[in-house]
């Protein structure tokens, strides 16, 4: 079974692109997570998806942030018109319901951007 | 505003020592108090977690103490060894929450051997 996968596990954009980060969670699990850790810093929350819907985003900036998780394929994160504050590393992480509020987050190897 | 707070920020423990990172939570909301292990290059990974209604929980070497009136709770890893050298981080989460992890901020281990 494999775990959280993540590409590109590295990406370089340079200011004023487009950034797109993919997000292929385990199997059996319909629930994803997008979380930014800073340098030296702990893990941010940005947004929680389920499939087609976006169910709390209370952590993604307001602009030129988005996300998706739609009924086939990975989840996206896009960062558009990139900014060199933008540079973090970005982990997805996947659950397999919320029947229950302890159900285990298992998370990705994570993106690496980098904004030139 | 931090919710959950972290320290130290780095540790450094001999080998077959006891290392100990503390965490400080402020929302009495939060029901659920994961410990992270992550090394370099790596997604994080779950360690150990603990609800509030245990005082302790114990995995082989790893030892989660739980405080609730005093709102804090503690690792602790018992004969370290130079492999536990990661970072770990603490996070929590609140009932009846969408799932988000709420982190700390992270303690930077080496063991020495």
């Known amino acids: 079974n494999a775990g959280v996968m993540q590409n590109p596990r590295h990406l370089v954009r340079r200011r004023g692109q487009e950034a797109r980060l993919r997000c292929s969670p385990m199997?059996?699990?319909?629930?994803v997570y997008w979380y930014r850790q800073l340098p030296e810093e702990g893990l941010k929350f940005m947004v929680y998806?389920?499939?087609?819907?976006?169910?709390?985003e209370s952590g993604m900036p307001k602009e030129r942030f988005s996300a998706e998780f739609p009924k086939e394929g990975p989840s996206i994160l896009r960062i558009q018109q990139v900014v060199r504050g933008d540079s973090a590393a970005y982990f997805c992480?996947?659950?397999?319901?919320?029947?229950?509020?302890?159900?285990?987050?298992?998370f990705g190897p994570g993106t690496r951007l980098t904004v030139l | 505003q931090q919710q959950v707070k972290q320290s130290p920020q780095s540790l450094i423990v001999q080998k077959g020592g006891i290392s100990i990172i503390n965490c400080a939570y402020e929302?009495?909301?939060?029901?659920?108090f994961p410990w992270y292990q992550q090394f370099p290059g790596k997604g994080p990974a779950l360690l150990i977690a603990?609800?509030?209604?245990?005082s302790e929980k114990k995995e082989g070497r790893f030892t989660i103490s739980f405080n609730k009136s005093a709102k804090q709770f503690s690792l602790h890893i018992m004969d370290s060894q130079p492999g536990d050298s990661a970072t770990y981080f603490c996070?929590?989460?609140?009932?009846?929450?969408?799932?988000?992890?709420?982190f700390g901020k992270g303690t930077k281990l080496s063991v020495k051997p």
């Open positions: 603990i609800r509030p209604d245990v």
């Open positions: 929302n009495t909301a939060f029901d659920y």
């Open positions: 996070a929590a989460r609140g009932r009846g929450s969408q799932g988000n992890l709420i």
């Open positions: 992480a996947s659950s397999p319901s919320m029947v229950s509020s302890y159900n285990e987050q298992f």
């Open positions: 998806l389920q499939k087609e819907n976006i169910i709390d």
């Open positions: 199997k059996g699990h319909s629930h």
